[in-house]
C-alpha cells in the first residue's frame, strides 16, 4: 500500500483536485476586483489646480515642522520631558517623538517639500503629500551611519490636471 500522495492529485472537500480549485477561485474573484475598480468613485477635488495643491499642502507642511521644531526646543530645554526613564509619558506628550535628539542618535530636519502622484484607477486625477525629510545620526554611544528619513505631514490636496 503506498502512502505518499502526488500534490497533484490531492482532493478538497469538494472532491475536486486543488489546481482545479484554485484556479476556479481566481477566476470566481477576478470579476469582483474588475468591478470595485471600475466603479469607484473618482475622489473629491480639494485643489482648483497643481499650483493651488502644492501651495496648500507646502503651507500645511510647514506648519507642522514648526511644530516639530517647538517641541523640539521643548525637549532640549526639559530634557527630562523627553526621556522614557524620567517620563513613560513621553510619546503620547509629543507629536513628532521620533524627531528627537537621544542619547544614541542625533536628528537634523533638512527639508519639507510636496510630491504629486496620480491616481492610478482614475486617469487625470493627482494628489499630493506633504513630507518632512531628515537625518538620523548615531551619537558617539551607537553604532550604525547616518541615514536619510521622511514622514508625511500632509495628506495633501486632490486635482484634475487637464
Same mark, same amino acid.
Given at each position: 500500500?503506498?502512502?505518499?500522495?502526488? &500534490?497533484?492529485?490531492? /482532493?478538497? @472537500?469538494? @472532491?475536486?483536485?486543488?489546481?482545479?480549485?484554485?484556479?476556479? /477561485?481566481?477566476?470566481?474573484?477576478?470579476?469582483? +476586483?474588475?468591478?470595485? /475598480?471600475? $466603479?469607484?468613485?473618482?475622489?473629491?477635488?480639494? &485643489?482648483?489646480?497643481?499650483?493651488?495643491?502644492?501651495?496648500? $499642502?507646502?503651507?500645511?507642511?510647514?506648519?507642522?515642522?514648526?511644530?516639530?521644531?517647538?517641541?523640539? &526646543?521643548?525637549?532640549?530645554?526639559?530634557?527630562?520631558?523627553?526621556?522614557?526613564? /524620567?517620563?513613560?509619558?513621553? +510619546?503620547?506628550?509629543?507629536?513628532?517623538?521620533?524627531?528627537?535628539?537621544?542619547?544614541?542618535?542625533? !536628528?537634523?530636519?533638512?527639508? =519639507?517639500? $510636496?510630491?504629486?502622484?496620480?491616481?492610478?484607477? @482614475?486617469?487625470?486625477?493627482?494628489?499630493?503629500?506633504?513630507?518632512?525629510?531628515?537625518?538620523?545620526?548615531?551619537?558617539?554611544?551607537?553604532?550604525?551611519?547616518?541615514?536619510?528619513?521622511? +514622514? =508625511?505631514?500632509?495628506?495633501?490636496?486632490?486635482? !484634475?490636471?487637464?
Amino acid at each position: 500500500m503506498e502512502l505518499a500522495l502526488d &500534490a497533484a492529485n490531492q /482532493t478538497t @472537500h469538494h @472532491h475536486l483536485p486543488m489546481k482545479q480549485t484554485k484556479a476556479l /477561485t481566481a477566476l470566481l474573484a477576478l470579476p469582483l +476586483v474588475l468591478g470595485m /475598480t471600475a $466603479c469607484s468613485k473618482p475622489p473629491e477635488i480639494t &485643489a482648483s489646480s497643481y499650483e493651488e495643491a502644492m501651495d496648500k $499642502c507646502m503651507e500645511e507642511s510647514k506648519a507642522e515642522l514648526k511644530l516639530a521644531n517647538e517641541e523640539r &526646543a521643548r525637549a532640549k530645554a526639559d530634557p527630562k520631558s523627553a526621556d522614557f526613564d /524620567t517620563n513613560p509619558n513621553y +510619546v503620547s506628550d509629543y507629536d513628532y517623538p521620533f524627531l528627537l535628539d537621544s542619547e544614541w542618535e542625533t !536628528i537634523e530636519i533638512t527639508q =519639507v517639500y $510636496c510630491s504629486p502622484h496620480p491616481y492610478k484607477n @482614475h486617469k487625470g486625477y493627482w494628489h499630493n503629500f506633504g513630507y518632512l525629510e531628515y537625518l538620523r545620526r548615531p551619537t558617539d554611544k551607537a553604532f550604525g551611519r547616518t541615514e536619510v528619513d521622511r +514622514v =508625511v505631514v500632509s495628506y495633501g490636496y486632490n486635482w !484634475i490636471d487637464e
